[in-house]
Structure formats: structure tokens, C-alpha cells
């Protein structure tokens, strides 16, 4: 059975910082390009950022650049996302996907002063 | 960044035909055609359509989707109540190196 699990996402302010965690299993994990995406309360999905199977290659959403960071470690099958200088219109349900094929529950981030 | 562009909703009868459109660009949906989510409110999404003419396992062959041009569209034939979902049509842009996403399309079976 897949499994994607996300954690880390918590209520901050402008400014700060956040590391969302991804876990999964039921899936090779390894040979998975991952994603992240985030919701924003009632609207439609938004890509932020993935990372290739291998970790060589990372590409974000111009939104995020310079400021999000995406990493992965194969050996225990997670996928992570570092978020800096957080704004409000980062509040979202952020999900973990595999490919697009595996998604988690999402977890969610609010971010206000 | 410029996203895909869907109608935001679309009524039809049940056991009838939906097609929904997501119009693009020659940089992403004209190159490959576009991927196919169903989101259910409170949700997660679902993916029922690979960009290269594909159907995840597990999904109903009364899904189906091509391409023309720099529009893509997902046809669901025999509509049944438990398709009444938000569908959202996604491909990667070679020029922007960046996944884009339609705004969605509200799928309501009357």
C-alpha cells in the first residue's frame, strides 16, 4: 500500500521560517521525481518546486525562488521543503506527490501576523 | 507564472458526455498535452490522465483525453454522480522549466 505523509506545517509569521517533511513507502521511492504543491483555501492547486530522482536536478515556481528549498533523501524514502522569509501568500495546504501519481494529505501552513 | 487556462465550471446530465478543455501554449500543452487531476472537496488530488496518452491503473476507461494544437481536453462519457469532482489540467513548460497548472473546472452531474 502507498503512503505519503506529510508533516511540519504549523501557523508563523511573515519572515519566518519552515521545514516541511514528506515520508513515504509503498513505491520506489528512488526512481520518483517529487513534487511539492499547495492549495491556498479554495483556490485550485499551484505547483512550488521538485527535485529529480537522484537530487540533481531542482526546479521551483518564480514565486519561490531564492527563498524555498527542496531536498531528498533516498535512503529514507523522504522529501523535504525549506521555506525562509515566509509570506502570507504562502498560507496553503502544502502536498507531497510522487510523480503526480502519489499524493499525501497535504499539511498546512498559515502564515500571518 | 502564465498558467493553463480551463473554464472555471461545466453542468451536464447524468450518463451524458463532459469534455473539458485546458488551453496552453506551444511551450507546454502544444509540446506533450497535458496531465488530468480529479480533486474531490476536503481531498487530495487524483490523477486520471497522463500526459502521453495514458490512463493511471485503477482508472475508469470511460476517461479518456487528446490534444490539438495547444488545447487539451478530458472526455468522461456516461457521467455518474461520482464524477462530479474539480478537474485540473497540468504541463510542464519548457520555457518557464516550471509545471503549470489550470485554475480548475467545476464538474457538476445533474
Known amino acids: 500500500e502507498v503512503q505519503v505523509v506529510e508533516s511540519g506545517g504549523d501557523l508563523v509569521h511573515p519572515g519566518e521560517s519552515l521545514r516541511l517533511s514528506c515520508v513515504t513507502s509503498?513505491?520506489?521511492?528512488?526512481?520518483?521525481?517529487m513534487h511539492w504543491l499547495r492549495q491556498a483555501p479554495g483556490k485550485g492547486l499551484e505547483w512550488v518546486a521538485n527535485?529529480?530522482?537522484?537530487?540533481?536536478?531542482?526546479f521551483y515556481v518564480d514565486s519561490v525562488k531564492g527563498r524555498f528549498t527542496i531536498s531528498r533523501d533516498n535512503a529514507k524514502r523522504s522529501l523535504y521543503l525549506q521555506m525562509n522569509s515566509l509570506r502570507d501568500e504562502d498560507t496553503a495546504l502544502y502536498y507531497c506527490?510522487?510523480?503526480?501519481?502519489?499524493w499525501g494529505q497535504g499539511t498546512m501552513l498559515t502564515v500571518s501576523s | 507564472q502564465a498558467g493553463l487556462t480551463q473554464p472555471p465550471s461545466m453542468s451536464k446530465a447524468l450518463r451524458q458526455t463532459a469534455t473539458l478543455t485546458c488551453t496552453g501554449t506551444?511551450?507546454?500543452?502544444?509540446?506533450?498535452?497535458a496531465a488530468w487531476l480529479q480533486q474531490y472537496q476536503g481531498h487530495p488530488p487524483k490523477l486520471v490522465w497522463y500526459?502521453?496518452?495514458d490512463r493511471p491503473s485503477g482508472i475508469s476507461e470511460r476517461f479518456s483525453a487528446s490534444r490539438s494544437g495547444n488545447t487539451a481536453s478530458l472526455t468522461i462519457t456516461g457521467l455518474q454522480p461520482e464524477d462530479e469532482a474539480d478537474y485540473y489540467c497540468s504541463a510542464w513548460d519548457y520555457s518557464l522549466e516550471a509545471w503549470v497548472f489550470g485554475g480548475g473546472t467545476k464538474l457538476t452531474v445533474l
Open positions: 506551444s511551450n507546454n500543452v502544444g509540446k506533450q498535452g
Open positions: 506527490a510522487g510523480a503526480f501519481d502519489f
Open positions: 509503498g513505491f520506489r521511492f528512488n526512481d520518483y521525481w
Open positions: 500526459m502521453k496518452n
Open positions: 527535485i529529480k530522482p537522484d537530487g540533481s536536478e531542482r
